[in-house]
């Protein structure tokens, strides 16, 4: 069993192995004709479900062979200009490249002493989004596994800056107020539009639910900054304290960019700590075009980015970005066996000591090989080609009888709906949705997501990949009128 370890024995058995996968893996992108095969759970589940893992086939050719069945052939596939699914991005080769590196030298990033160099490329690559952002010389961040972690990390340190800042207030005013007392007056403010990851991370952190209050948004689907303004002062009003107001640069529904500069406005005014969530639209960072949809990010005290979505990385690539490096610490803890308090004493760079996570995989080196391949404005340009291409994508649908949109993208997603010809019941209309969105994927011809708006249902496209065109875009929205009329006249056939 030995020979299967990955050491100087064993180097040309794995240069053959990853070769032979790798060759898998490149005609089947080669010979892609759709993004997945249409195949049901029902099909596969029992295929997967037969197979004895306590009987190994030794072989790797003959593990491929079985692996072809059970996943590269019905697997989707991002690449796929019709994939116009959830925020899934095509990956850059470079990338992938870094990711077969990481593996297999397989860096833990949590102490300087398992992962020297990869602990310097990812302080230098936060260095550097810090500064895209404007954060100031007292930036600093951590890699995240994705948006849901950077951002509960984010709320984690607002939530303990929050009760640091209250409670000394509350002492020097002669009152003691414990931790204990204070968590259940904390709020955190949001827009309606805004990722539920928020609500999650209010939740894990003993705030519960309740605590996030959701802002309405405009008629752009952005955060109402007069409703907010009024929310944080009843806020003060109720002996409430404003935790935290977390602003979204990218909707995941509508790439929707609140008004930053207005919210950092309010949450100065109310001494409240900003964090933009920019995961969708944190691309614009190195937009060649469009940076200034951003402007006022500069101002927030976090920011979480998401690097396999506008970045074109493949998945986990996130971070957590802070203006000041000190409200790190509110996750520091020193462990004797790993990271003694004497290493930070000897300036021994353990990124452990930022993050919420122990074992870490060596993320970054994938942003650090794209970078250094295709340079920010190389990636930027594609981000770019997504957003012209939703623009256009606008100009189609809100041309089309067929279907109403619901607002112009501000980055690459389009939001919209079916409507038929003939009045339809409101029910029977939103079962239209869901039935047609449902077809197609069965088909395997196209992927399209799907969401609510205003209590009703409509359908979603999600454009991360420069491959796909306007023509894609019309013939998935043939498709999709085809599968919901379909639906429709044969439901009210039944109902006649």
């Excluded at 009703?456 to 998935?476: E, G, M, R, S």
Aim: aromatic share 6%.
């Amino acid at each position: 069993m030995r020979s299967h370890l990955l050491n100087e024995t064993t180097a040309d058995l794995y240069r053959r192995s990853v070769t032979e996968g790798v060759d898998r893996v490149a005609a089947k992108l080669a010979t892609t004709e759709r993004p997945h095969t249409g195949i049901s759970v029902d099909e596969l589940a029992p295929v997967i479900n037969g197979i004895d893992l306590d009987k190994p086939l030794a072989d790797a050719t003959a593990v491929l062979d079985e692996l072809e069945d059970v996943y590269l052939r019905d697997a989707v596939y991002f690449h796929h200009p019709r994939y116009l699914g959830h925020l899934n991005c095509p990956v850059v080769i470079p990338a992938v490249l870094g990711e077969a590196v990481l593996s297999a030298v397989n860096s833990s990033l949590d102490t300087w002493d398992q992962s020297i160099g990869g602990t310097l490329i990812e302080r230098r690559l936060i260095d550097w989004t810090a500064q895209r952002i404007g954060l100031g010389p007292a930036a600093d961040g951590i890699f995240t596994s994705g948006g849901s972690q950077s951002n509960f990390h984010a709320l984690l340190l607002a939530r303990d800056e929050a009760c640091r800042i209250v409670m000394k207030k509350e002492l020097d005013e002669g009152r003691e107020l414990t931790k204990a007392e204070l968590l259940p007056k904390l709020r955190i403010f949001t827009s309606e539009a805004s990722h539920f990851s928020v609500k999650k991370s209010a939740a894990m952190l003993g705030l519960g639910y309740e605590a996030v209050i959701a802002v309405p948004v405009d008629r752009n689907r952005r955060m109402d900054t007069a409703v907010l303004a009024l929310e944080l002062e009843e806020c003060a009003a109720e002996g409430l304290f404003p935790m935290a107001v977390v602003a979204t640069a990218g909707t995941t529904d509508f790439g929707s960019i609140d008004p930053l500069p207005e919210i950092a406005r309010l949450t100065a005014e109310h001494s409240a700590w900003m964090h933009v969530d920019a995961a969708y639209g944190c691309g614009l960072l190195v937009s060649p075009t469009r940076r200034h949809l951003l402007d006022g990010i500069e101002h927030a005290d976090s920011v979480t980015v998401d690097y396999h979505k506008s970045f074109f990385q493949p998945v986990s690539s996130s971070a957590m970005l802070v203006r000041d490096r000190d409200t790190l610490k509110h996750a520091t803890y020193h462990a004797d066996y790993l990271n003694p308090r004497r290493m930070a004493e000897e300036r021994i760079p353990n990124q452990v000591d930022k993050s919420i996570q122990t074992t870490r995989r060596f993320d970054a080196l994938k942003l650090w090989m794209t970078l250094r391949v295709m340079g920010a404005d190389g990636v930027g340009s594609l981000f770019d080609e997504v957003i012209d291409l939703a623009a256009a994508g606008w100009d189609l649908i809100d041309a089309d009888p067929r279907f109403e949109v619901v607002v112009k993208p501000q980055i690459s997603t389009l939001v919209f709906r079916f409507l038929p010809g003939e009045e339809a019941p409101a029910d029977l209309l939103d079962e239209a949705q869901l039935h047609a969105r449902k077809a197609l994927f069965a088909s395997g011809e196209a992927v399209v997501a799907g969401t609510k708006v205003d209590g009703k249902q409509y359908l979603k496209f999600t454009l991360l990949n420069p491959q796909t065109t306007t023509a894609d875009i019309a013939a998935v929205l043939d498709l999709l009128a085809a599968h919901a009329e379909q639906f429709l006249g044969e439901s009210l056939a039944v109902h006649h």
